[in-house]
T-cell receptor
Framework: GAGVSQSPRYKVAKRGQDVALRCDPISGHVSLFWYQQALGQGPEFLTYFQNEAQLDKSGLPSDRFFAERPEGSVSTLKIQRTQQEDSAVYLC?????????FGPGTRLTVL | SQQGEEDPQALSIQEGENATMNCSYKTSINNLQWYRQNSGRGLVHLILIRSNEREKHSGRLRVTLDTSKKSSSLLITASRAADTASYFC?????????????FGTGTRLTVIP
């Protein structure tokens, strides 16, 4: 079956712009995660959904970051007033139990 | 901040040799997982080892876990050029059942043909 997909794959934004990153999880997967991966680093946890409920957003770096999953399937990560330090790859993962399946990521570059 | 740290940061070996990567972490865990990431691509799950397990095998992969030392190792036997990638350990230390992962900094493996 289809894996986790993310769009866009690449996004270039000017500082101060808002961006929206989309994640389509594997059908039927209850849990959805967002991670941020800076260049040369491992992914860092941002937020977690169980169905449509956002149960943990402790990793979101600031109130400019907002995530939603209104129908318990597709999720959107929104970053308002982007800053240069937001440049990173944003990874989405979904899972049914222990194992997480990752999407290819969205590479965000803020100029 | 990241839960785990991998050692070494970079490793270069000849095709056919074995590669060993180590991971240390800080808190008690539910399980530990190893992932591979090719340059510019997403993460691929390799193997999961639970906190009550000490060793696990999958094909050419062997993972050990020592919870008393809070460390794990990944051994890739008979390496191939296609194994060239970054390898990350990730711990599930959630107390809420969320299963969010804490990743290490990764080991960059280069297998020379």
């Amino acid at each position: 079956g289809a894996g986790v997909s993310q769009s866009p794959r690449y996004k270039v934004a000017k500082r101060g712009q808002d961006v929206a990153l989309r994640c389509d999880p594997i059908s039927g997967h209850v849990s959805l995660f967002w991670y941020q991966q800076a260049l040369g680093q491992g992914p860092e946890f941002l937020t977690y959904f169980q169905n449509e409920a956002q149960l943990d957003k402790s990793g979101l770096p600031s109130d400019r970051f907002f995530a939603e999953r209104p129908e318990g399937s597709v999720s959107t990560l929104k970053i308002q007033r982007t800053q240069q330090e937001d440049s990173a790859v944003y990874l989405c993962a979904s899972s049914l139990r222990d194992m997480q399946y990752f999407g290819p990521g969205t590479r965000l570059t803020v100029l | 901040s990241q839960q785990g740290e991998e050692d070494p940061q970079a490793l270069s070996i000849q095709e056919g040799e074995n590669a060993t990567m180590n991971c240390s972490y800080k808190t008690s865990i539910n399980n530990l997982q190893w992932y591979r990431q090719n340059s510019g691509r997403g993460l691929v799950h390799l193997i999961l080892i639970r906190s009550n397990e000490r060793e696990k095998h999958s094909g050419r992969l062997r993972v050990t876990l020592d919870t008393s030392k809070k460390s794990s190792s990944l051994l890739i036997t008979a390496s191939r050029a296609a194994d060239t990638a970054s390898y990350f350990c990730a711990t599930d230390a959630s107390r809420t059942g969320a299963n969010n992962l804490f990743f290490g900094t990764g080991t960059r493996l280069t297998v020379i043909p």
